[in-house]
C-alpha cells in the first residue's frame, strides 16, 4: 500500500517557498483504495464519504480515500516539529507540484460528500440505484420471518 501526498498535474516549477506556507501538505493523508466496480463498492465509497474530513478523488485512473486532519507535528508556526526525524514521505515530496504551488490537481473525478457520490451513482447505475437497498432490507426481514 503506497501512502501519498497529492500532486498537482503541472510542470515542474522551482518550487513553492515552505516559509511563506501554512503547511497546506501536512493537514491530510491520502490512501489508495480498490477500483470500485459494482454498485455496492461505490455505496460502500458513499459511506466513507458520509464521514467528516473525508474524500475521494480519482488520479491517473487510480482511487484514493482522502482524510482531511492535520499532522501532530506541525506546530502553531506551520513548522515540522520533528523535522529531522520526518517521515521518508514527508522527506520525498516535492515543493514544485505541491499544493501551493498552484493550478488545480487536474482529478478525473472528485467527490467531497456523500450527496456528489449519490449523484454519481444514479447518473451511472440508474435513477432506481437506492432503491436496491430497500430490496436487500426487505430481503433481510423475510428471511427473518421465515427463521420464527
Ligand atoms: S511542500 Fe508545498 S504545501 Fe508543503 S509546506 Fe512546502 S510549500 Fe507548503
Ligand atoms: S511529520 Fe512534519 S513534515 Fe511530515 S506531515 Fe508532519 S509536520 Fe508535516
Excluded at 20 to 45: M, Q, V
Excluded at 71 to 93: A, E, F, G, N, V
Aim: some cysteine; glycine content about 6%; aromatic content about 12%.
Amino acid at each position: 500500500m503506497s501512502i501519498q501526498k497529492k500532486s498537482k498535474n503541472k510542470k515542474k516549477t522551482e518550487g513553492a517557498d515552505c516559509r511563506d506556507c501554512n503547511g497546506l501538505c501536512c493537514r491530510y493523508f491520502a490512501l489508495p483504495i480498490d477500483t470500485p466496480k459494482t454498485w455496492k463498492d461505490y455505496d460502500d465509497i458513499r459511506w466513507y464519504l458520509s464521514h467528516r474530513g473525508v474524500s475521494v478523488f480519482v488520479e491517473k485512473g487510480d482511487w484514493y480515500l482522502q482524510v482531511d486532519n492535520r499532522c501532530k507535528y506541525l506546530d502553531r508556526s506551520h513548522r515540522c516539529r520533528q523535522y529531522p526525524l520526518r517521515p521518508r514521505i514527508c522527506r520525498t515530496y516535492h515543493t514544485g507540484d505541491c499544493e501551493k504551488a498552484g493550478d488545480d490537481y487536474g482529478y478525473e473525478l472528485h467527490f467531497l460528500n456523500d450527496r456528489q457520490m449519490a449523484e454519481y451513482m444514479r447518473s451511472r447505475f440508474g435513477v432506481n440505484v437506492f432503491q436496491r437497498l430497500e430490496k436487500i432490507k426487505v430481503e433481510k426481514t423475510v428471511r427473518r420471518k421465515g427463521r420464527s
